[in-house]
């Protein structure tokens, strides 16, 4: 009984000096399917939770995506050295024969099918809980932090036209499914918070770095850049 009420009370006082606030910055990872950069736009929200004087913890939330050109053979060649182990970088007629023999695709247009350009979509939900530890620096309002935590990074990669030319080109034996894993991760951060006193306002800059757990090496460190704004006392 004296744990559930020890956990309310920590509860309520965290709530009662909650923060709620908004982000925007910089993403920079590569699309696990097709290794090209997916560097962009990355913004989000977080709820901020004061557990003691001079540690948060904090949940949050962000979304990065990105658009970019590649080719039918760039495509292929990562695709089947990932799955098949298979590589054929910069040899367009090794690939060409590969395709033609083991899925039926037609010797006639492949070679030209091959330099077409398509579109990839990526898309990334980062969803994770941080407990920052604030840095005292005297009595100024700027409070430098470090902090860790745990997460996940909710990955998607498509290119819908390519995807569907290779399953044509082939009578459906070579049918791609979209890359749409979750890939859990611990992280770090450092920055700094802007608390003016007696104003429910704050702003905050930092650095967020993400190491993916697993077994699975298709997804690289993943490096943020975030400036924000808190809203609460």
């Known amino acids: 009984m004296k744990k559930i009420f020890l956990v309310l009370m920590i509860c309520g006082i965290a709530s009662a000096g909650m923060k709620i606030g908004g982000r925007i910055g910089y993403y920079d990872g590569d699309d696990p399917r097709t290794q090209q950069t997916a560097s962009g736009a990355v913004f989000g929200g977080q709820l901020t939770f004061p557990l003691l004087g001079m540690v948060d913890l904090e949940i949050s939330g962000s979304y990065a995506g990105s658009e970019s050109d590649i080719s039918m053979q760039q495509y292929l060649v990562t695709y089947i050295e990932d799955e098949f182990g298979q590589s054929f970088q910069g040899d367009t007629s090794g690939l060409a024969q590969y395709l033609e023999n083991e899925f039926g695709w037609s010797p006639d247009s492949i070679e030209t099918q091959l330099l077409n350009d398509y579109t990839a979509t990526f898309h990334d939900i980062d969803l994770g809980a941080t407990m920052k530890v604030k840095i005292p620096i005297g009595a100024i ?49 450092i920055g700094a918070a802007f608390e003016p006193p007696m104003v429910p306002i704050s702003f905050f800059g930092e650095y967020k770095y993400t190491k993916p757990l697993g077994g699975d090496q298709d997804v690289g460190g993943i490096s943020m850049v975030y400036f924000g704004l808190n809203l609460g006392f």
């Open 141 to 189: 309002p700027l409070r430098p932090y470090i902090g860790g935590g745990a997460g996940a990074h909710i990955l998607f990669s498509d290119a819908d036209v390519l995807l569907q030319v290779a399953a044509q080109q082939t009578g459906g034996q070579l049918s791609i499914d979209p890359y749409d894993k979750i890939h859990p991760g611990i992280h770090g951060v």
